[in-house]
């Protein structure tokens, strides 16, 4: 795609560098921002050259930077990279079960980042579903020099929107270690055999017994439910069912959405109690 409007791009170095212009908007991996016009936007601001370490593992949990790449994150989850995480990191399948559910191929997992998929907000966002299946957190940069945190469940306010203010950037998403070291699953549904996600659901089941579902692309911002302990069936499909956001668009209707995402929160929950995922 040409995009004719633009006649700048810099190279963001340090955090002042990141101060926009009218016009400017920051750029990660651009697959999205080089796919359709951007009449709004005279100029990029590289965020790959800021020197973020893609992946930052420690007790607390990890650090995925905004610029880390979809294929970096597999890479490290599935320990094909320098720095192996944890073995009792038993959540981490959910990384390229999430990337899979993407409707990109593995060339665009080399550009694509972690951060552009977050902010693009999306409700088919799998970086989102991932993020949201583990309590993940949102590092924000603010435009007076600060940092603000906040789930990316409240990052996201509804499909292709977020709370992201003028000049602010997403720094980083952090998983803490008590999410990783769960038992976890992913399922999704299109309708199209290679089209995009109209259905993703996660489960979750905590050391402590907890259990976290969660519901994405079927509604238009992520739904996370929770529960002390793996519920019944009965109980998880009133709670999926009772979700709010459901929509209809040419990808799917609203009660097929719903009545999907009944069927895979239960094949997870039956997954998790035997064990398995």
């Known amino acids: 795609m040409d995009i004719t409007t633009v006649t700048s791009h810099r190279y963001a170095r340090r955090r002042a560098d990141l101060a926009l212009s009218d016009g400017e908007t920051v750029l990660a991996g651009g697959t999205w921002l080089m796919s359709e016009p951007q009449p709004r936007t005279t100029g990029f601001v590289d965020l790959t050259t800021m020197g973020w370490p893609a ?19 597999v890479a490290w989850a599935e320990r094909r990279g320098p720095c192996a995480p944890p073995d009792e990191w038993t959540a981490l399948p959910l990384v390229p079960a999430a990337a899979n559910a ?12 972690i951060g552009g998929n977050v902010c693009r907000s999306f409700a088919a966002a799998a ?37 992201l203010e003028p000049g602010e950037v997403l720094r980083a998403i952090d998983l803490p270690a008590a999410a990783l070291r769960s038992r976890a699953a992913l399922r999704k549904i299109a309708l199209a055999e290679h089209g995009r996600s109209g259905a993703v659901v996660t489960g ?11 519901v994405t692309a079927a509604t238009a911002r992520p739904v996370v439910l929770r529960f002390p302990a793996l519920p019944g069936a009965s109980a998880l ?18 009660d097929w959405r719903r009545g999907v995402s009944i069927v895979l929160a239960e094949r997870i929950r039956a997954d998790l109690e035997r064990g398995s995922s």
């Not at 995925?64 to 979809?70: D, E, K, L, P």
């Not at 949102?138 to 509804?158: F, K």
């Not at 979750?204 to 976290?212: K, L, S, Y």
């Not at 709670?239 to 668009?249: K, N």
């Open 204 to 214: 979750r089941v905590d050391e402590d017994g907890a259990a976290v579902f969660a």
């Open 237 to 254: 499909a009133a709670a999926v069912a009772d979700a709010p956001g459901y929509y209809s668009d040419p990808l799917g209707a609203a």
């Open 127 to 163: 970086m989102v579903s991932l993020a949201v299946a583990l309590d993940g957190v949102a590092v924000v940069w603010t435009t007076d020099g600060g940092e603000r945190t906040l789930p990316v469940t409240e990052l996201i306010t509804g499909n292709g929107t977020n709370s």
């Open 102 to 113: 993407l409707l990109a191929s593995f060339k665009i997992w080399t550009t694509a980042t």
């Open 55 to 73: 992946v930052e593992a420690g007790s607390e949990g990890v650090r995925i930077a905004a610029t880390c790449t979809i294929a970096e994150l």
